[in-house]
């Protein structure tokens, strides 16, 4: 019994094939190039047998890239799969699933439609969500499809979390609120601090974890008792923390005043921040946290900058977050950076010993690779190192619903 696991980006397909029972991956892969007619597109597929293998292949939309990996997959002489019934539900992960979809769904004509409608609020991201969707549906018909939002883990949030003060008309016919994303990564790593956490004798409900996942895109999340009560993305990906080239927080009027500045429009300002900003804008020189943490010690001024205001935004967060929850017994550092970079965790710490966060110098800076405390014994906030596996969390949650579907129905008693 194996799940597929899709995400499809805007020019990308990302997929595993994940044992349902063992959780293996059994293979994963990325087509890239999908729909850019001035690269060549490619598909690299790693599986136990054949190791990292490269085919060259145009693509010229998702429902292409789909045929070609559904094939590849299918194929029995490169001994993924032998028969495609071993596939018994693919998992796709979409961006944004608004107030509506706050659980995995399994995807039918309607919940197709209810996505579609969702991308007002994110049009670059459930579109392609939803071409991955549409090329399963017609390669695959008999398999059943989940879909596994990111904004879901966050459908807690209370309405004083997630309302922002603006004429309340807008969040009634807009849905301009607080969303968050992330979701699914929040949510896998939360699952191990809690087990981590219980094994000291703090249980789930009485619980105050803030998950810090720090990628290309970075966000945190505050989860008291189990459940998400503030998260630091918003209405799209862009508010929060600082990252690779996302702004992060701004007072919004700094948007208005530039628009008049560069007489710029809406894409103009759009594009600022989405793909002009974060480390590569305060840098100067790139938007990948190993430039600028190697070019900050070699003293570029700012790049030393940019990782400055990249810590000391988290840090705030930090502090934020403890007041939110009333208190806080760990800190998850998760995502490329966050599990990769000593100093930035080192950096965020620095200066939390107040609320009890002690970080264990030499175990910051040796332990990699699996989820560990690297905070001191003395220290009363756990600092835990936690890698994220966002497809198993997919899959896992792909397996509920499918569970769900072949469990008998309930009886139904007369009054
Ligand atoms: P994505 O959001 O695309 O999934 P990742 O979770 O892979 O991104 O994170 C990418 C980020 O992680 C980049 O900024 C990269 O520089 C950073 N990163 C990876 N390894 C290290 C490292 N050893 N030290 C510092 N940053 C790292």
Redesign the pocket.
Known sequence: MKILVLNSGSSSLKYQLIDAETEEVVAKGLAECVGVAQRQGRIIQETKRDGKVVFDAEMDCHDEAMTRVFALLTDPSKGVVQRVEEIVAIGHRVVHGGEKFVQPTLITDEVLAGVEKMSQLAPLHNPPNLDGIRACLRLMPGIPQVAVFDTAFHATIPDYAYMYALPYDYYTAFGVRRYGFHGTSHQYVTGIALEMLAKDGIEREASRIVTTH????CSMAAVKGGRVVDTSMGLTPVEGLVM?TRSGDLDPAILVYLARRLEASVSDIDRIINKESG?QGLSGLS?????V?EAAAKGHARSELALAVFCYRIRKYVGAYAAAMGGLDAIVFT???G???P??RERVCRGLGFLGVELDAKKNETERGHAVNLATPASRVRVLLIPTNEERMIARETMRVIAGLSAPAPRVTEP
């Open positions: 720090l990628g290309n895109g690779g480390l938007s990948d946290m190993r430039d943490e995502a490329g950076i599990e990769n970079s100093v930035v």
